[in-house]
Nanobody
C-alpha cells in the first residue's frame, strides 16, 4: 500500500498548480487525508486536512488560496493551489490515516513528496 503524489513543478508567483495523491494497493478506505510541506531548512508543516466526510482545515498561511478535495471512491486527495507565492516553495507530502483491516486503530501512510517551486 502506498500513496503516490504528482503535479508539482515550477510556476510563477500568482500562478496555480494542482497536486494529486492517489493510494494504490490493497486498501479499502482512508480516514483523514492531508497535505504537508517542508521548505529548505525548515520543519515539515501542515497545509491542510480533509476528513472522509469532506470537512477541511487549513493552515492560516494558505487559507483562501488553497483548496483540498478528495475522491473517496479512488482514495485520492487533491490540493488546488492558487495565488502562489515564493514562500509556498517546498516539497509537498500527502498523508493518509489508514484504518487497520483487522481490529481498531489506524496508521499513517505518507507519499514520496513532490516539489513545488514558485518564482518571483
Amino acid at each position: 500500500v502506498q500513496l503516490q503524489a504528482s503535479g508539482g513543478g515550477l510556476v510563477q508567483a500568482g500562478g496555480s498548480l494542482r497536486l494529486s495523491c492517489a493510494a494504490s494497493g490493497s486498501i479499502f478506505s482512508i480516514n483523514d487525508m492531508g497535505w504537508y510541506r517542508q521548505a529548505p531548512g525548515k520543519q515539515r508543516e501542515l497545509v491542510g486536512v480533509i476528513t472522509s466526510g469532506g470537512r477541511t482545515t487549513y493552515a492560516d498561511s494558505v487559507k483562501g488560496r488553497f483548496t483540498i478535495s478528495r475522491d473517496n471512491a479512488k482514495n485520492t486527495v487533491y490540493l488546488q493551489m492558487n495565488s502562489l507565492k515564493p514562500e509556498d516553495t517546498a516539497v509537498y507530502y500527502c498523508n493518509g490515516a489508514v484504518p487497520y483491516a483487522l481490529g481498531p486503530g489506524e496508521y499513517d501512510l505518507w507519499g514520496q513528496g513532490t516539489l513545488v517551486t514558485v518564482s518571483s
